[in-house]
């Protein structure tokens, strides 16, 4: 991962209580707009293929139809593909055996992109709706993923966010 990066998931360990701070005070019918325009920003800059963490320490749960189409993809049977490459978690959802992930390229390209399961298209989920019930995930995946640490990053601290709660935001400018 570049330097930089890292600096960025260094840096959101330590910022974790005032981003806590500052999304409990966020105006719920805001949120959703303010983290779409922060998302796109933020991933115009962030370049997955110089990172590739999330593939790497984390990996996505499979569904069904992940694992239907992925074991197509790759000619066999979707209990062979579960037999070689997946094992249920501690709440019984399928994910990847092994970390890195299987299918992960040394060039950081994943290896089934057209094919990959859902919850890695959707990674890290700050272009969702109802971004409020994803403030835990969020603030985790800021550890994990740099183009979440520049998000919160951003929305707290560099642009000055002509939204109502303004005001309140500025106070964690300095943190
Ligand atoms: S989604 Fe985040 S953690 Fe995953 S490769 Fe892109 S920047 Fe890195
Ligand atoms: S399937 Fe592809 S996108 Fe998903 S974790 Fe593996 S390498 Fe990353």
């Known amino acids: 991962m570049k330097k930089e ?18 999304l409990k005070h966020l105006k719920k019918k ?14 115009e800059k962030i370049d997955c293929l110089d990172c590739a963490n999330c593939c790497i320490t984390t990996g996505p749960m499979l569904v069904d139809r992940d694992i239907t189409r992925i074991s197509k993809s790759l000619r066999i049977k979707p209990a ?12 019984g ?11 992960l390229g040394s060039d950081n390209y994943c290896l089934i992109y ?17 971004m409020y ?11 994990i993923c740099p183009a979440v640490a520049l998000i919160l990053e951003e929305i707290r601290v560099i642009n000055p966010i002509k939204i109502k709660n303004e005001k309140r935001l500025d106070e964690y400018g300095g943190e």
């Open 5 to 22: 990066y890292e600096d960025l998931l260094e840096q959101a360990k330590i910022d974790l209580p005032a981003n806590k701070k500052m």
């Open 30 to 43: 805001n949120i959703d707009t303010l983290f779409q325009k922060y998302h796109e920003k933020v991933f």
């Open 80 to 91: 062979v593909f579960e037999a070689n490459y997946l094992r249920r978690d501690e709440d």
């Open 93 to 103: 959802d399928w994910v990847f055996k092994t970390m890195p992930c299987p299918f």
């Open 114 to 130: 057209d094919v990959r399961p859902k919850a890695c298209r959707e990674y890290p989920h700050t272009d969702s709706k109802n």
């Open 133 to 143: 019930k994803l403030f835990d995930i969020t603030l985790t995946n800021s550890t």
